[in-house]
């Protein structure tokens, strides 16, 4: 993240060890933390400024290390305070939290990221939308709140006075949020450089079941045309005419064997492909990193510290069908019920790096 002041990382290490073993941290460190973000400091500018070092090329860094400290630390992100209700302890644990996320990722990054240059070209960017104002580029990640994030955005750029009011075809067809790819090199460079980048993840095979039950168990005039005509005909023996014709009805198993197809009949859809192609995270270093399990807390308390309007909270009610029940770890489960072992291994194994990367546990004992 991009503080102001002069919040040392050094110091800000000090406090989440304060932290994890329950030391009071010392007030001048608390008030620091609880700053805002500061949209103009890098954070490599800030580390050269502090140490009088060259920070390294990104291709270059040695894996940091993570230690079992920050994994129990990300573990144990699962409050859900109001945004309001949130103590200056609160926030000191949520931001430790972020430190220990941020590090992970460069770790897997810095791991298993091909060496050689890494050039930013739009289509790394073409998922990110821009808010001028509070200086935010969030990356949409389907399943994992994106239509309420976009609702956030609209009213931070003052689009609306409240999230409730936006409907849903405002949010999905409305064009009124711009993409960070719409810029000539120089605005795409200059917002990279200075703005918060955000990015908010889910586990990946309840992010992957959402997106089934919501375009293929739901009537829809794309998905079951575009999608559910191709994989009937590819993967269901003596298919009816109507389901040839229509689209309708997709199975759970054979929309797994079109995602694990190399020769799928039609290509990937951004509603369940790996976060780590939707938003580039090796490459363009997320400030923020939040968890759809703890968004109320991870959503507010980024508003807080971007210093956005004290009434204006993350939005929690759904955005399509909302009398249906939210897909959870039991009904990701149910749905995965439906697959042999080694399906189940070949669909862990095809979202693995987003589970190194944000910290997920394996979701079956079974895999490997």
Not at 143 to 164: D, F, H, I, P, Y
Not at 307 to 336: C, M, V, W
């Amino acid at each position: 993240m991009k503080f102001k002041g002069n919040s040392r990382p050094a110091l800000r290490k000090d406090l989440c060890t304060e932290h994890k073993e329950g030391v009071h941290s010392d007030p001048g460190l608390v008030q620091r933390s609880s700053s805002l973000i500061h949209p103009v400091q890098l954070p490599a500018t800030e580390l050269t400024r502090l140490s009088g070092k060259a920070a390294p090329h990104v291709g270059d860094l040695d894996p940091p290390r993570v230690t079992k400290r920050h994994r129990k630390l990300l573990l144990k992100n699962t409050g859900h305070a109001a945004r309001g209700d949130t103590t200056r302890s609160s926030w000191d644990r949520l931001l430790c939290i972020q430190e220990a996320r941020k590090l992970l990722v460069k770790e897997v990054c810095a791991r298993y990221r091909s060496r050689g240059p890494h050039i930013v070209m739009p289509k790394h960017v073409s998922r990110i939308f821009v808010e001028d104002k509070h200086k935010l580029l969030y990356c949409e990640v389907p399943k994992a709140g994106c239509s309420n994030w976009k609702r956030v955005l609209m009213v931070l750029e003052g689009l609306a006075s409240s999230t409730q009011e936006i409907q849903h075809d405002a949010v999905h067809y409305g064009n009124h949020l711009r993409r960070l790819d719409s810029f000539d090199r120089q605005g795409i460079t200059h917002r990279l450089e200075t703005y918060t980048k955000v990015l908010f993840v889910r586990e990946p095979l309840e992010r992957l079941v959402s997106a089934f039950r919501d375009k293929f168990e739901n009537p829809n005039t794309y998905y079951h045309p575009v999608f559910g005509r191709p994989i009937i005909s590819r993967y269901r023996v003596n298919a009816s005419q109507a389901a040839l014709r229509t689209g309708a009805g997709v199975t759970f198993k054979e929309f797994v064997q079109y995602l694990l197809d190399v020769h799928r009949p039609v290509g990937m859809d951004i509603h369940w492909e790996p976060v780590g192609h939707l938003c580039s995270p090796c490459l363009l270093d997320f400030d923020f990193i939040g968890k759809f399990e703890t968004m109320q807390e991870d959503a507010n308390f980024l508003l807080h510290r971007t210093g956005a309007p004290h009434n204006l909270t993350f939005p929690s009610f759904k955005d399509r069908n909302p009398q249906a029940e939210r897909t959870s770890t039991h009904i990701t489960q149910q749905y995965f019920a439906q697959l042999d072992a080694s399906e189940r291994q070949r669909v862990y194994d095809f979202y693995y790096m987003d589970y190194l990367m944000f910290n997920y546990s394996k979701p079956f004992k079974d895999l490997h």
